[in-house]
């Protein structure tokens, strides 16, 4: 990838007006965006070089190149990476207008910040909702126990996302939340609440939740072997495309816990590296994306779901009910440099509980045994 990316970098060279991009994007999705970028390209009079590749892979490229002469002007990265990725980052202090900044939450901006600078802006931000069946569920739960009431009911049509991978943090992380936990603080008695929750619908969970991850659980979904489980928008555009939503799949807010709502907010940023060659032009493209009429071109042309809500009363606004609900209740996980080593041990509470059968207490107590050492990660007061 380093070899393509050099490769890329003499082209800049010789053409002068190139923009970089480096984007986390399916092939479709890539094509569907070189559509959305075309106004941008004829109003600077520039060609946009979209290089696809994963956000693993355009953060190793972004820290390589940090050291000296780069050339990627703009890449995207995942949230979880943005607590290291500000080292290798511009700032962007200035750059984003108060207009700009009303289009997404205030938590969106507050995991961009790093001691009170911004690095990063939101590109396609998303959160979870529920998707249910309600062909087979007319009434989704709406509470903890209504939807304990629905596991015990129909053993095996609950689903969560239990792989050993971010996701299951992200199910899990939304009851923690709405249990009045949070993610410095595993043995608080609101997180250690929420595990006490999984503990009674682990017995009635699909059988399949040790290894689902986004795209096996809606594919369980979209056979009926689960009506209930959470997921990003892509899920519910995902359903429609096979023609079961909304005829048979809906989407709705997260079950609300002792301490109401909450849901956790993913998808991906931009940043403009410090090796960048043309950083002032990849200001520019950020200044044109973050405008309404840009957002919602963005949504219509690739679907997703993010900062401009569907038109009241239009077919999306059905579909996507449960993210526009959840809309004022979206958090963020901490935007910190040791968060891979927090969300692993976060992994491993999860499955204690949900897959292995572990008294919740012990679990977390086993799952988080080493943070009394110094090395440790302290994210108290990142939230």
Not at 131 to 150: C, D, G, R
Not at 204 to 230: K, P, T, Y
Not at 263 to 284: E, F, K
Not at 368 to 380: K, L, P, T
Request: with cysteine; proline share 7%; net charge negative.
């Amino acid at each position: 990838m380093l070899a393509m990316l050099a490769a890329g970098c003499r082209a800049t060279e010789t053409r002068g007006r190139d923009l970089n991009i480096a984007l986390a994007v399916f092939p479709s999705e890539a094509a569907r965006y070189r559509g959305f970028v075309a106004e941008f390209e004829s109003q600077h009079h520039v060609h946009i070089n979209l290089i696809a590749q994963n956000y693993g892979d355009i953060l190793q490229a972004m820290r390589v190149q940090a050291g000296g002469h780069g050339n990627l002007d703009l890449v995207e990265l995942d949230l979880a990476m943005l607590g290291e990725a500000h080292d290798y980052a511009h700032s962007l202090d200035g750059l984003v207008s108060v207009s700009a900044r009303s289009l997404f939450a205030q938590p969106a901006w507050d995991a961009a910040q790093s001691s009170g600078h911004l690095y990063f802006v939101p590109h396609r931000l998303m959160w979870q909702a529920m998707i249910y069946n309600h062909a087979m569920v007319p009434t989704p739960p709406s509470t903890w126990e209504e939807l304990a009431q629905f596991a015990r009911n129909n053993p095996g049509k609950l689903a969560f996302k239990a792989a050993r991978y971010e996701g299951a943090v992200c199910d899990a992380i939304a009851f923690v939340w709405s249990g009045g936990g949070d993610a410095c603080h595993p043995d608080a008695a609101g997180s250690l609440r929420a595990f006490n929750f999984f503990s009674q619908l682990a017995p009635d969970l699909n059988d399949e939740s040790a290894v689902f991850r986004e795209m096996s659980v809606l594919e369980a979904q979209a056979r009926g072997s689960v009506w209930i489980h959470f997921n990003w928008p892509f899920a519910i555009d995902y359903l429609h495309d096979k023609g079961l939503a909304p005829k048979e799949d809906l989407s709705a807010p997260i079950p609300a816990g002792p301490d109401g709502r909450a849901t956790p907010l993913g998808g991906g940023y931009l940043a403009i590296p410090i090796s960048a060659p043309h950083a002032q032009l990849a200001g520019d493209f950020i200044r044109y994306l973050l405008t309404t009429e840009a957002q919602s071109r963005l949504s219509q042309k690739l679907g997703w779901y993010g900062s401009v809500p569907p038109a009241p009363g239009s077919e999306d606004a059905k579909l996507y009910a449960g993210y526009t609900a959840m809309r004022p209740f979206v958090r963020a996980r901490p935007a910190i440099g040791c968060y891979p080593g927090l969300s692993e041990q976060w992994r491993r509470a999860i499955r204690n509980v949900l897959i292995d059968d572990r008294p919740p207490a012990q679990a977390v107590e086993e799952a988080f045994a080493d943070r009394g050492r110094s090395d440790q990660c302290d994210c108290a007061g990142a939230q």
